[in-house]
Each structure stands twice: as structure tokens, then as C-alpha cells.
């Protein structure tokens, strides 16, 4: 397993943007799939994006397709979600997570019990 720490998470105004970073610690972050999810109160945490070992391959769910990106700096350990065009709807907890990539695609990786490895998540907040 690795650890992960998310951050970037704060206030924002509709329309705005935030980065979000989750930096790992662990010698096998190099070959994890990351996943980025998100959950408010009452609702089941919500995949947002994912992303291959190597950062070739990524997923965003159409929701967000357009406005957020995932990307990743393996030299750093560190997987990114850029948020531009926020909009309240997007206000969450937002979570990294991370499981060694089997390389059988990111459709293998779509919930969270795909994912062993989590941080403590980052509040961000969408004001109208």
C-alpha cells in the first residue's frame, strides 16, 4: 500500500478553479492506477477521473469531461486533478486513491473497492 495526502481543497467562487494534488509516499506509486473521487454528505462517493501508471491513459466522467484534468509526475509521486469552470454541483469531499495498475485497463478500475489505498480527503467548496 502507499500513503497518500491530498491537498489544494479550499473555497472557491463559481467559475473559478483549484488544483487539487495527492502526493504519495511508497515505492510502488510509479505503478498505481489513481483515481480521484468525490462524495457529499448523504451520497456514495462518486468516481471523477482516473489515471494509468504511466499517465497515458485517463478517464473523466462526463460531468466534469471538459472542465477538470487529471495528470501525474511520477518523479514527484504526485497525481494532480486541475478544476477550471467550477460550478456549485461541484462542491465535495474530494479523495485520491490508488491500487497497482494490472495494465487490463482503466474499466477495471471504476469503483471504490478497486482501490486499496486512500487519503483523508480535501474539502471544496463552490460558492454561486
Known amino acids: 500500500q502507499v500513503q497518500l495526502v491530498e491537498s489544494g481543497g479550499g473555497l472557491v467562487q463559481a467559475g473559478g478553479s483549484l488544483r487539487l494534488s495527492c502526493a504519495a509516499s511508497?515505492?510502488?506509486?510509479?505503478?498505481?492506477?489513481v483515481g480521484w473521487f468525490r462524495q457529499v454528505p448523504g451520497k456514495k462517493r462518486e468516481l471523477v477521473a482516473t489515471i494509468s501508471w504511466s499517465g497515458a491513459n485517463y478517464y473523466v466522467t462526463n460531468s466534469v469531461r471538459g472542465r477538470f484534468t487529471i495528470s501525474r509526475d511520477n518523479a514527484k509521486n504526485t497525481v494532480y486533478l486541475q478544476m477550471n469552470s467550477l460550478k456549485p454541483e461541484d462542491t465535495a469531499v474530494y479523495y485520491c486513491?490508488?491500487?497497482?495498475?494490472?495494465?487490463?485497463?482503466?474499466?477495471?478500475?471504476?469503483?471504490?473497492?478497486?482501490?486499496?489505498?486512500w487519503g483523508q480527503g480535501t474539502q471544496v467548496t463552490v460558492s454561486s
Open positions: 511508497g515505492r510502488t506509486f510509479s505503478r498505481c492506477v
Open positions: 486513491a490508488a491500487e497497482i495498475d494490472s495494465q487490463l485497463g482503466l474499466t477495471h478500475y471504476l469503483n471504490e473497492a478497486d482501490f486499496g489505498s
